[in-house]
């Protein structure tokens, strides 16, 4: 093991008291931390307390969204329901309290639910789009489907192997799909009535499995989304590229057209990471946001799925073998790794969460790189691929169709 990281992460701040809520995709601004404090720093022998845990609600690799009092997933039906996709309401305590079919699952392989439910405070509505492509708005409420449209339809979309695998960006009115295909590339849809509001210029290129994300950059917001081998920037405000990458443009990166994992942003720099031995890289952005070019490449840090985070100055994922990686934000150099298999890292109050995905959950101190505590999930079925939430100090974990919730407050 490489030394730790104390250096560069001691000028990480917990931001705010206990949040409430988790309504997007990895947190708030989709970085995959959560804003809370006064957790704790270190676990039982034994593990956090398991509060509740739920089984067979349905094969899924979503995860979930949080409210002060509701928990929101979703999950594939079987039996005579099998094909169609399920949002489900908890409450605070794991009971089920509404269910409502809002699409149809991909029928190519891995047809478990994949969309994260997100949560629009304006409308108290959650909208989710199914692996066939179809968007849905739902009441938070009751669970009443709002509307529905079939947005691949609509933006005459094209899917990669594994079918629609996203979780809905929202921006102010507008609901932002990943279509792509020959006749556009992104589309964006009305959060009222699922309307067309517009459609950017075609790629032609296939949608992929990424989310996209939102962020700003001296005044200016810009969507950066994900395509077969290539990444673009969007005016939120009328779906205008504004500047596109092609990875066949660094022979480094190399190419393969599978993609899963949420850029980030920071410093008008963009980072992206990919299995498939692509690796990871760092763009740079223009002041205007109208170009991007490579700034390095790290082909070690080769996350699948497990999204990133970034602390301090640097960018923390796990590779396809199995090593939490710290990479220098700036220079992709690394700083230091722990071996803690392969999976998904989050981030909250300072502390690292590494969920592999052989179902161990690991706490890790990034400043030492020392492990702080472990759960096992053991509960639930097929591939652990759904990504762990924080909110108000309780910690989600899902497995397959299982959900466990584990409390992590000090005392």
């Not at 093991?1 to 990480?12: F, Y």
């Not at 601004?29 to 809370?36: D, H, K, L, N, S």
């Not at 390095?296 to 985070?309: F, R, S, T």
Request: with cysteine.
């Amino acid at each position: 093991m490489k030394k730790g990281c104390l250096s560069v992460v001691m000028s990480v701040i917990a931001i705010g008291a206990f949040a409430a809520e988790s309504l997007d995709w990895r947190g708030p601004g989709r970085t995959g931390i959560f804003e809370e404090t006064n957790l704790l720093a270190e676990w039982p022998e034994a593990g956090p307390e398991q509060l509740w845990l739920i089984t067979g609600l349905g094969e899924g690799y979503s995860s979930m969204c949080v409210t002060k009092d509701k928990v929101f997933l979703t999950a594939l039906g079987s039996g005579e329901e099998s094909g169609r996709e399920f949002l489900i309401a908890l409450d605070k305590s794991g009971n089920v309290l509404w269910r409502t079919e809002y699409g149809k699952a991909t029928e190519r392989q891995y047809p478990s639910a994949r969309t994260t439910p997100i949560f629009h405070g304006a409308n108290h509505c959650l909208y989710v789009i199914s692996g066939w492509g179809e968007l849905a708005c739902v009441s938070a409420e009751d669970g009443k489907l709002v509307w529905q449209i079939d947005a691949a339809k609509e933006a005459m979309a094209s899917a990669g192997n594994w079918g629609f695998s996203e979780a809905p960006l929202i921006v102010d009115d507008k609901v932002i799909f990943t279509a792509g295909g020959s006749t556009s590339s992104f589309a964006a849809f009305s959060t009222a009535d699922g309307s067309l509001i517009w459609k950017s210029a075609p790629l032609n290129l296939h949608a992929v499995y990424v989310s996209p994300m939102l962020f700003e950059q001296d005044g200016k917001t810009q969507i950066v989304g994900h395509f077969a081998n290539a990444m673009a920037g969007v005016d939120p405000a009328d779906g205008k590229i504004m500047w596109t990458f092609d990875y066949k443009s660094v022979p480094e990166i190399g190419a393969c057209g599978i993609h899963a994992v949420t850029p980030l942003y920071k410093d008008k720099m963009v980072f992206m990471s990919n299995s498939y031995g692509l690796g990871s890289f760092m763009l740079r952005l223009s002041d205007d946001l109208d170009k991007a070019e490579c700034a390095w490449v790290k082909k070690e840090l080769d996350i699948h799925h497990g999204g990133a985070v970034v602390l301090g100055e640097l960018v923390f994922g796990m590779s396809n073998n199995g090593h939490l990686l710290g990479l220098d934000w700036a220079t992709g150099e690394e700083k230091c790794r722990l071996a803690v298999g392969k999976g998904v890292v989050i981030s909250a109050d300072g502390m690292l969460y590494c969920y592999n995905e052989q179902g161990a959950l690991r706490l890790i101190d990034p400043k030492t790189m020392e492990k702080k505590g472990e759960l096992k999930m053991t509960a639930g079925t097929r591939e652990i691929w759904s990504h762990p939430v924080i909110s108000d100090g309780v910690l989600y974990v899902r497995r397959g169709d299982a959900l466990a919730a584990f409390d992590i407050k000090q005392k």
